[in-house]
């Protein structure tokens, strides 16, 4: 019983301002704020309002019969939030059904597993925090920035506990072998790779609106003959592209939300076939051998390699200049400077530098730069002021530093200074109190209290003459005292 895999990328890059030598050191403004609201606007009215609508009416009326994956890079769910939270809302209600499962990536959208591990697995461990936050599930299903791959990425997101992992179906990889199966990478037993079916892919992102093209117009009940047609050599079919192709790649007057209400019907009619969520498939469906993929591939429609971004010397130069910055940047921990470090790391910014014969830009996805040399020098612009940020906020961090080790070295010496100048005072006090006692005059006795005066003795009474004594007799003269002499 054949799966059916619907998976859609959705990201949007920070697209940077014209940014010339006369702005470095002067203005650390490197995004165009307004190309990048009014692009994101008219993508929300176009493609992920209108789209995300539809689908939740296929699930409503399908329920737990219709199931699609969405890959939602950090840089897009940051301009939701800041342009259009409207967006996210509707990803969130698709998220509350139950049928749609939400894949782990870089969060700004990087190649930072070719330059840096530890970068690589902060991007991906802080996005997954972030999917769960948003739309309450952990993520268990990978999908790289451009579906870049190899197995020693395999073995890494198996450490990290993934155990599903998107890839692109290269014939130059599968040989002989069908991209409508379950591998196992090299050296990562747990993890199973599922393998984009190119051509049913292209189909829709490339070739639906090509009038040119031997089966236009592209129905419903033609793709599903398609897909029905593959019963006998199926256990998974893989179909992945830019959530763009709805409404913008395709607009809606090329029928390509007809064609997608129609679609699921379509292939329920043939009960052998269901649609599936990665996570859900790799719970059921085995892998059916080992897949070795020693070099770097990608979805790149010409050579299914890097080189439509990492082809040039101006590309390789850019993103080495880069990723030299990475330890810098986080030994600093500055949000800002690490928001702008992380932003810059999209592959999109490498993409416009592309000179892989002037590669043509999907018109949903136009260079925002006349050539890539313009491209070239606005990024190595906003590369020289945010190392000249990086290097002035190292040096005011070293001037905090040699600060705080002179204050603690100051701390202790004024320490032992307060306990000496302690100790001196201690043993100073007595001595001082005793000069202070020996200076100070000696207390004066209180004056005793005053007597009081004598009161005078009333004079005494003469006694009463004898009786018979006669009145004329003379007073006897006193007597003489002893010692008196004589006269």
Request: net charge negative; glycine share 2%.
């Given at each position: 019983m054949p799966a059916l895999c619907l998976c859609y990328e959705v990201h949007e890059p920070y697209r940077l301002r014209r940014y010339t030598v006369f702005d470095m050191g002067q203005n650390s403004i490197y995004e165009d704020d307004d190309k990048n609201c009014d692009i994101l606007l008219y993508t929300a009215r176009a493609c992920y309002l209108p789209m995300n609508d539809l689908l939740l009416k296929l699930i409503r009326r399908f329920g737990k019969d219709f199931k699609v994956c969405f890959s939602i890079s950090g840089t897009a769910l940051d301009q939701f939030e800041q342009y259009a939270p409207e967006v996210l809302e509707s990803f969130q209600a698709l998220a509350a059904t139950g049928s749609v499962e939400f894949a782990c990536e870089t969060a700004p959208h990087s190649f930072s597993f070719l330059y840096s591990k530890p970068e690589f697995v902060r991007q991906v461990e802080d996005h997954a925090k972030r999917i769960k936050r948003l739309f309450g599930k952990k993520p268990v299903t990978y999908r790289n920035a451009e579906l870049v791959y190899n197995n020693a990425m395999g073995v890494a997101l198996g450490e990290l506990g993934y155990k599903a992992v998107m890839a692109e179906g290269a014939d130059h990889v599968l040989g002989w072998r069908s991209p409508n199966y379950l591998y196992s990478p090299i050296d990562a037993p747990k993890v199973k790779l599922f393998l984009r079916n190119i051509r049913l892919s292209t189909d829709l992102g490339r070739r639906f609106s090509d009038q040119s093209w031997d089966q236009w117009p592209l129905t419903a009940e033609k793709y599903a003959g398609w897909i029905h047609s593959l019963a006998g050599d199926a256990e998974v079919i893989n179909i992945f592209n830019d959530y763009h192709v709805f409404g913008l790649r395709n607009t809606r007057e090329s029928g390509i939300f007809a064609f997608m209400e129609a679609l699921p019907d379509r292939i329920l009619a043939n009960r052998d076939f269901h649609f599936s969520t990665p996570a859900e498939a790799v719970k059921k469906l085995p892998s059916v051998g080992e897949l070795d993929v020693p070099d770097f591939m990608s979805w790149d429609y010409e050579g299914r390699d890097l080189t439509a971004w990492l082809g040039n010397d101006m590309q390789k130069d850019a993103i080495h200049t880069l990723y030299k910055m990475t330890d810098r940047v986080h030994a600093?921990?500055?949000?800002?400077?690490?928001?702008?470090?992380?932003?810059?790391?999209?592959?999109?910014?490498?993409?416009?530098?592309?000179?892989?014969?002037?590669?043509?830009?999907?018109?949903?996805?136009?260079n925002p730069f006349p050539s890539p040399y313009d491209a070239y020098i606005t990024y190595m612009n906003v590369l020289s002021d945010l190392e000249m940020r990086v290097t002035a906020a190292e040096a005011e961090r070293e001037l905090v530093d040699d600060v705080e080790k002179m204050a603690r070295k100051i701390t202790p010496a004024r320490g032992e200074a307060k306990k000496s100048e302690g100790k001196t005072k201690a043993k100073a006090a007595p001595e001082k109190e005793k000069a202070a006692a020996d200076k100070k005059p000696a207390a004066r006795k209180p004056a005793p209290p005053k007597a009081a005066p004598a009161k005078k003795a009333a004079p005494k009474k003469a006694p009463p003459r004898a009786a018979g004594a006669a009145k004329g007799t003379k007073k006897s003269a006193p007597a003489k005292k002893s010692g008196e002499k004589k006269a």
């Open positions: 600093l921990g500055a949000p800002d400077i690490t928001r702008d470090f992380e932003r810059l790391q999209s592959s999109d910014h490498f993409h416009y530098m592309s000179t892989k014969w002037f590669t043509a830009h999907a018109p949903d996805r136009p």
